[in-house]
């Protein structure tokens, strides 16, 4: 009988490789390359590095190994229409079977041993030919050596095209060297004049020029080289790297001194974003390499920084950069708005700010900038309300006070209430009386001119600490009592009952309360995680698929989604797909710990949370389908937990991966399986 386990593991799981390591091996990149199962290839001056999203498999030069990579200083990537994998580096070049991981060397004809530096390849007239210092190569893979077809003595060949008539065009930087099918020489045009060439690209019937004094253009036919008809702005780039996007409508422009441009062919306008793509982003002006992968996500590889994958998604967190700027690594409570759609955000440590969503002006108040807070001791803002009069209601370290807001941000000091304790949640009933609820003295009922009408405390329930209050009907609201029950409360007797005795021991430590739109009631705890009250039925849901027990904020977006912040990461649930998606930093999240009841939702539909890393902003449209399809490839054979290597007469030939068919033996009867689903721009959806 055979035993045979399947053990998953999602989300780019580490292979059986030489070395696995969470970083780039070497901040210089100069290459990518993608395989045909989707794996992104990274060239370094230090080692060849295959990205799994979160972590990297790297291949280093072994000293009497020749099946390893020839040198470590790895200068271009490749992959042929067989789906083999080039590489070229500071000591000759080697191949990558599909489905080993085994390195072929090629040596040079009539090799001395030292086979020289490579710098890329090119696939012409039905051949691999590979180019670098002292000329250009053809790869003979049959006797596995490089036979010369061109010498550039004391020279190195920078880059290599072949045109729209099918001519194969080389340069070593100073001159345009054309070869016809035969790789024999036709002809060559001296570029001096002009800049040294870094790189090209076919331009409909001409040729564009990447030089270090910006882009010429080149036509094949009439031998000349001119200044391209676009922006006299790029004469200034020294340019490494073009590439046509977006259907050859824009021209991205790697810069060794400007970053990364984008300039758009038709409106002939230079920019440094584009759409949701902001290349300010990459934090290095140098600039040695770009890609655009099968999703058509664009890879940016630097001198100094490593690369950076830029998605081609849209962004579901903070595409208000301005704002997520602003509130960086501040400690955020609590967020709301005015009347005129203005933000009010409350700190921890430094008081509230105003923000103006139009202009982007920030006003801030604290001890340090208003007299009268200095007097309170606290920059601490457990809370903040505005109500239907513009005033703001702020529980502020532990006292509760009242301002009124102008439209440009200025406030007003009407009222302080002293002995209110830490007021955590505030809330207007339908006759616009405030609801305050404390965390140590129960709830207080305020009237229109801000005179206290009522204080409630533990004879209508049996805890006074009050973790929220919300509004359920004309006549009625729900507050929550802490290590207790939630309880509703007639807003004109104050006669309070349970909510539902039944599940008090489901939500005794709820701390977040929200109604959707389908009248039910979403419930956040310490403990027990999420839970949706059907107060229609009187049933109750928990879910027990959340990884983190601790709710402690819940918004719902337009398509009636709830999103839930945690101590450890955001949740999205969608009720009519019945789908969980869990996010993190690792997802474009600037931090993974939220703070209690610290949520919003602005007038055109994106949420807020706030937590200790700072504001998040999400955009409910920008998340794609629930339903993502994901090729799943086996990645890893275990044979009584030990990896099958590939290898002839094995009993796997090749990568396990890329096997069909798997025969074993009566005895080999414990088996064990890993696969993973390759997507750079989508971790969280991979289940």
Request: aromatic share 12%; proline share 1%.
């Amino acid at each position: 009988m055979m035993c045979l386990t399947i053990v998953s593991s999602f989300s780019f799981i580490s292979f059986s490789q030489p070395l696995n390591r969470t970083e780039l091996s070497n901040l210089h990149v100069n290459a990518f390359a993608q395989d045909s199962l989707g794996y992104i290839w990274i060239a370094t001056a230090n080692g060849l590095c295959k990205s799994y999203g979160n972590s990297y498999s790297v291949f280093f030069y072994i000293e009497n190994n020749k099946n390893s990579i020839p040198s470590n200083n790895i200068t271009g990537l490749y992959v042929d229409k067989n789906s083999k994998l080039w590489i070229s580096t500071g000591n000759g070049v080697c191949s990558m079977s599909k489905g080993r991981y085994e390195f072929q060397r090629y040596s040079k004809y009539n090799s001395t041993g030292l086979e020289g530096f490579f710098l890329g390849f090119i696939e012409y007239a039905g051949k691999i030919l590979t180019y670098g210092y002292n000329g250009l190569y053809e790869i003979d893979e049959k006797n596995k050596i490089l036979i010369p077809h061109l010498k550039v003595d004391r020279q190195a060949i920078y880059g290599a095209l072949t045109d729209t008539r099918n001519n194969l065009w080389i340069t070593n930087g100073v001159e345009l060297i054309k070869l016809n099918q035969s790789l024999s020489f036709v002809s060559k045009i001296n570029v001096n004049n002009s800049g040294n060439v870094n790189c090209m690209i076919n331009y409909g019937n001409d040729i564009l020029l990447g030089t270090e004094s910006g882009i010429k253009r080149f036509n094949p036919s009439t031998l000349k080289i001119i200044d391209s008809n676009l922006s006299k702005s790029l004469n200034d780039l020294r340019i490494n790297k073009l590439l046509l996007i977006d259907e050859n409508n824009k021209l991205l422009i790697n810069t060794k001194n400007k970053g990364v441009l984008l300039y758009d062919l038709r409106t002939h306008e230079l920019k440094n974003n584009d759409n949701h793509i902001d290349f300010n982003d990459i934090p290095s002006i140098d600039i040695t390499t770009a890609f655009v992968d099968k999703e058509k996500n664009i890879w940016i590889g630097t001198f100094d920084r490593g690369h950076f994958m830029l998605s081609n998604k849209k962004k579901i967190f903070n595409e208000n950069k301005n704002l997520a700027n602003q509130f960086r690594n501040k400690f955020v409570t609590r967020v709301t708005s005015d009347r005129y759609g203005n933000m009010w955000i409350g700190t921890r440590y430094d008081g509230f700010i105003f923000y103006n969503t139009r202009n982007k002006k920030v006003l801030k108040y604290n001890d340090a900038t208003t007299p009268w807070l200095s007097a309170l001791n606290s920059n601490f803002v457990q809370e903040i309300y505005c109500d239907t009069k513009n005033r703001l209601w702020i529980g502020y370290g532990n006292m509760l006070i009242v301002c009124k807001a102008t439209q440009d941000g200025k406030v007003l000091l009407e009222k302080t209430y002293s002995g209110t304790g830490n007021v955590v949640t505030i809330t207007e009933d339908t006759n616009q009386r405030i609801w305050a609820g404390s965390s140590d003295n129960g709830l207080y009922i305020f009237n229109q001119d801000l005179t206290l009408k009522q204080h409630v405390t533990s004879t209508v329930s049996n805890s006074n600490n009050i973790t929220k209050i919300i509004s359920l009907s004309k006549d009625k609201m729900l507050f929550s009592a802490y290590m207790d029950n939630i309880y509703i409360i007639d807003a004109n007797t104050l006669v309070a009952n349970a909510l539902n005795s039944k599940y008090q021991n489901n939500w005794s430590n709820a701390v977040e309360l929200r109604l959707d739109n389908k009248n039910n009631l979403w419930i956040g705890t310490y403990g027990n995680g999420l839970l949706k009250y059907d107060l229609k039925k009187k049933t109750l849901k928990q879910y027990n698929e959340l990884q983190r027990k601790d709710i402690v904020g819940i918004e719902y977006d337009k398509y009636n989604n709830i999103w839930a912040s945690s101590s450890n990461g955001i949740y999205r649930i969608s009720p009519s797909s019945n789908t969980i998606n869990a996010y993190l930093q690792q997802d474009g999240t600037r931090g993974n710990q939220y703070h209690e009841k610290c949520t919003f939702k602005d007038t055109y539909g994106h949420l807020y949370f706030g937590g200790n890393t700072g504001l998040e902003e999400i955009t409910p449209d920008n998340v794609e389908s629930d339903k993502l399809d994901f090729q799943i490839y086996l990645t890893d054979l275990k044979l009584f937990e030990n990896s099958i290597v590939p290898k002839d007469g094995g009993i796997i030939e090749k990568d396990i991966s890329l096997t069909k068919k798997l025969e074993l033996k009566h005895n080999e009867n414990v088996v064990s399986f890993e696969f993973a689903s390759v997507n750079y721009d989508c971790q969280s959806l991979l289940e």
